[in-house]
């Protein structure tokens, strides 16, 4: 596991700490956050734009909007430095979305062409294609039917959580340990091919 | 939120599934922001989902393809064309069938919705910041049949928008929310929902502030009937 939050007793303390060398002018300090943040700002912005050249230009801005904040003491709860990152980032996206909104719908039609559809690659349709192999594998293997109709009522039908687990006669707590164990497996099978969980061979 | 907590309670299960209230959802963000793995497994319950849909969609074609690879075979000959075209008629016919169901089914709803409605329920929540335990929750009686169920939210006069409304299950779980909510011209929130998503039970609704540091503004709790 590579997560800061695994090492760090609280993460909220080394967050404060962060803040406080940072008000202090440590610039390491400051690279530091940057690199802290970066990845999981991407991830984060990716999901929530869906556009990966946007989703960097607003991990800048968050990134300078949060530096700026800090060095003037102006992030009120040091220990919750994620929050502020989170909402700093949320709040310029909001943004963006409105201004765009507001744009001629000729120009948001080019800003539809500019996007990057990685689904639709060769590469990706290759790994979807084990993803589904190896989920085939993990439905053979699955101990009980009904985990398997768990499965697909949930993924696959989108049942609500609440009919599936009154039909199944299961708690909501049981109903998220069978897919958090099918998640584990699914895990282990593509390990098992030499495929990581983020979808590249052998770079872990 | 911490990793062995979010393994302990199936966070990611329950965030892929929008069953997190919002700020649980909210912490496990904050908590992914610097944590790799919880960033990994979260694709890869993603992926596990996708993988499942594609599982089903491949089953649907192999079954749809046996389907037609019987229809060639059955057409080879004069009698097999003629029970091929029968076959072919009373599976092309099956859907229209129940489309047309279906469409009756979807008229009768749309008349029931545009005619007028009586004796609408509304519920007005009082002004406050905080449900107070002491006081009994508002009441709301429902019959068994679909009736819009209104309710109005009176606004802090200070507050501005846009705001963000959560409603919750009696198990806490997220029946409805709503974000980029402006007031109308009372200010007041208004929200309309149909009898039939709200079971017996006690339910809480909160109003929060957008911004950079989110705020809630009220809290109201109501409890339905049936």
């Given at each position: 596991?590579?997560?800061?939050?695994?090492?760090?007793?609280?993460?909220?303390?080394?967050?404060?700490?962060?803040?406080?060398?940072?008000?202090?002018?440590?610039?390491?300090?400051?690279?530091?956050?940057?690199?802290?943040?970066?990845?999981?700002?991407?991830?984060?912005?990716?999901?929530?734009?869906?556009?990966?050249?946007?989703?960097?230009?607003?991990?800048?801005?968050?990134?300078?909007?949060?530096?700026?904040?800090?060095?003037?003491?102006?992030?009120?709860?040091?220990?919750?430095?994620?929050?502020?990152?989170?909402?700093?980032?949320?709040?310029?996206?909001?943004?963006?979305?409105?201004?765009?909104?507001?744009?001629?719908?000729?120009?948001?039609?080019?800003?539809?062409?500019?996007?990057?559809?990685?689904?639709?690659?060769?590469?990706?349709?290759?790994?979807?294609?084990?993803?589904?192999?190896?989920?085939?594998?993990?439905?053979?293997?699955?101990?009980?039917?009904?985990?398997?109709?768990?499965?697909?009522?949930?993924?696959?039908?989108?049942?609500?959580?609440?009919?599936?687990?009154?039909?199944?006669?299961?708690?909501?707590?049981?109903?998220?340990?069978?897919?958090?164990?099918?998640?584990?497996?699914?895990?282990?099978?593509?390990?098992?091919?030499?495929?990581?969980?983020?979808?590249?061979?052998?770079?872990? | 939120?911490?990793?062995?907590?979010?393994?302990?309670?199936?966070?990611?299960?329950?965030?892929?599934?929008?069953?997190?209230?919002?700020?649980?959802?909210?912490?496990?963000?904050?908590?992914?922001?610097?944590?790799?793995?919880?960033?990994?497994?979260?694709?890869?319950?993603?992926?596990?989902?996708?993988?499942?849909?594609?599982?089903?969609?491949?089953?649907?074609?192999?079954?749809?393809?046996?389907?037609?690879?019987?229809?060639?075979?059955?057409?080879?000959?004069?009698?097999?064309?003629?029970?091929?075209?029968?076959?072919?008629?009373?599976?092309?016919l099956l859907p229209t069938a129940f489309l047309l169901r279906r469409n009756a089914g979807l008229n009768e709803r749309l008349a029931q919705l545009e005619a007028p409605q009586v004796n609408v329920a509304i519920v007005r929540f009082e002004p406050t910041r905080a449900a107070d335990p002491a006081v009994p929750p508002v009441r709301l009686t429902l019959g068994e049949a679909r009736e819009p169920v209104v309710f109005e939210i009176p606004l802090p006069a200070a507050a501005e928008g846009p705001f963000r409304a959560v409603l919750h299950r009696p198990d806490g779980s997220v029946l409805w929310?709503?974000?980029?909510?402006?007031?109308?011209?009372?200010?007041?929130?208004?929200?309309?929902?149909?009898?039939?998503?709200?079971?017996?039970?006690?339910?809480?609704?909160?109003?929060?502030?957008?911004?950079?540091?989110?705020?809630?503004?009220?809290?109201?709790?109501?409890?339905?009937?049936?």
């Amino acid at each position: 596991m590579s997560g800061d939050d695994r090492r760090a007793a609280s993460p909220g303390a080394a967050d404060a700490e962060l803040v406080r060398r940072i008000r202090a002018g440590d610039r390491r300090a400051e690279t530091e956050l940057v690199e802290r943040f970066s990845q999981g700002l991407d991830f984060y912005l990716l999901r929530l734009t869906g556009n990966r050249a946007r989703s960097e230009d607003l991990r800048q801005d968050t990134l300078r909007i949060v530096l700026e904040k800090v060095r003037k003491g102006e992030v009120r709860q040091p220990e919750r430095l994620a929050g502020f990152v989170r909402s700093t980032a949320r709040n310029l996206e909001v943004a963006s979305y409105r201004k765009r909104a507001r744009r001629p719908q000729r120009e948001r039609l080019s800003a539809v062409e500019n996007l990057t559809d990685g689904e639709r690659g060769p590469l990706a349709r290759a790994l979807a294609a084990e993803d589904r192999r190896v989920a085939r594998r993990l439905l053979g293997a699955l101990p009980s039917p009904r985990d398997r109709q768990v499965l697909f009522r949930v993924y696959v039908a989108e049942e609500d959580r609440d009919a599936v687990c009154a039909s199944l006669g299961l708690s909501p707590a049981q109903l998220n340990l069978v897919l958090f164990r099918a998640r584990q497996r699914f895990k282990a099978l593509l390990r098992e091919r030499g495929i990581n969980g983020r979808g590249a061979r052998g770079e872990r | 939120m911490n990793h062995p907590y979010v393994d302990d309670h199936q966070i990611i299960e329950q965030y892929v599934l929008g069953t997190l209230s919002p700020e649980e959802a909210e912490r496990f963000e904050e908590h992914y922001l610097t944590c790799a793995a919880c960033r990994e497994d979260l694709q890869l319950a993603e992926r596990l989902g996708r993988a499942l849909k594609g599982v089903a969609a491949e089953e649907l074609a192999a079954a749809a393809a046996g389907r037609l690879g019987l229809l060639a075979r059955l057409a080879r000959g004069a009698r097999g064309r003629a029970l091929a075209a029968a076959l072919f008629l009373a599976v092309a016919l099956l859907p229209t069938a129940f489309l047309l169901r279906r469409n009756a089914g979807l008229n009768e709803r749309l008349a029931q919705l545009e005619a007028p409605q009586v004796n609408v329920a509304i519920v007005r929540f009082e002004p406050t910041r905080a449900a107070d335990p002491a006081v009994p929750p508002v009441r709301l009686t429902l019959g068994e049949a679909r009736e819009p169920v209104v309710f109005e939210i009176p606004l802090p006069a200070a507050a501005e928008g846009p705001f963000r409304a959560v409603l919750h299950r009696p198990d806490g779980s997220v029946l409805w929310q709503g974000e980029g909510l402006q007031p109308d011209a009372r200010g007041d929130l208004t929200l309309t929902l149909p009898s039939t998503l709200l079971a017996a039970g006690d339910y809480q609704l909160l109003v929060f502030a957008a911004g950079p540091e989110p705020r809630r503004l009220a809290r109201h709790a109501f409890r339905v009937v049936r």
